[in-house]
């Protein structure tokens, strides 16, 4: 079975700390994801990789970045922390094209004080 | 652009009642795939069925049935004979064309109460 480990399942931060999400994969797959999750507005794509050192941006990527230097390992990084940042963050990752689909981890529910 | 719609944002049903969750789509692609999550409580997305733009054929697995009409643009789930632990938010996806992206519908909260 294809694991996705997202570093924490609870994190509370400070507005303007600089914030860490860690997410590893063990299935040696090629694409990456970084989604938030919001009541109401579903799940949105933040930021993906299909490559080591690649990265596109999503759909909603003002406030964040991202870090892929090992293909099992996808990195979110929010620069300045805010209030409107608060939400569940969910990793995925998939094989090859689109016609696969994509595995997600347990999800990181951030608070930002 | 691509648009997955799922109306029923709430569904509410007794334990042994069979429920059908929508999902409609947009897309230009002529080739596409159709997917379907479960969110239960914990919070972890888990993968239940994919088909792809060429395959109308309807899929049973269990208790799960999904059919899928090109005509109509739907690719709707249905849960016959439902359980408490088929409580959960399920989301429809698409995804296609030259992209690796997922769309997602906002997702459809379903409760089965004992």
């Known amino acids: 079975d294809v694991k996705v480990t997202q570093s924490s399942r609870y994190l509370v931060k400070r507005t303007g700390e600089k914030v860490f999400l860690e997410c590893v994969q063990d299935?040696?797959?090629?694409?990456m994801f970084w989604y938030r999750q919001d009541p109401g507005l579903g799940l949105r794509l933040i930021y993906f990789?299909?490559?080591?050192?690649?990265?596109e941006k999503g759909d909603i990527p003002e406030g964040y970045s991202v870090s892929r230097e090992k293909k099992e390992r996808f990195s979110l990084i929010l620069e300045s922390a805010s209030t409107n940042q608060t939400s569940m963050y969910l990793c995925?990752?998939?094989?090859?094209?689109?016609?696969?689909?994509?595995?997600f981890g347990d999800g990181t529910r951030l608070s930002i004080l | 652009a691509q648009k997955v719609t799922q109306a029923q944002t709430e569904i509410s049903v007794v334990e042994k009642e069979d429920v059908t969750l929508d999902c409609v789509y947009e897309?230009?692609?002529?080739?596409?795939?159709l997917f379907w999550y479960k969110q239960p409580p914990s919070g972890e997305l888990v993968f239940l069925i994919r088909?792809?733009?060429?395959?109308?054929q309807n899929e049973i697995s269990g208790r799960y049935s999904w059919n899928f009409q090109k005509s109509t643009s739907s690719f709707n789930f249905t849960i016959t004979a439902s359980q408490v632990v088929d409580s959960a938010v399920y989301f429809c996806?698409?995804?296609?064309?030259?992209?690796?992206?997922?769309?997602f519908g906002k997702g459809t909260l379903l409760t089965v109460n004992p």
């Open positions: 990789s299909y490559d080591v050192k690649m990265k």
């Open positions: 299935m040696d797959h090629e694409n």
């Open positions: 995925a990752s998939s094989q090859g094209q689109f016609n696969q689909p994509q595995h």
């Open positions: 996806a698409l995804s296609g064309g030259s992209n690796y992206k997922l769309t």
């Open positions: 088909r792809n733009s060429f395959d109308e």
């Open positions: 897309t230009r692609d002529t080739t596409y795939y």
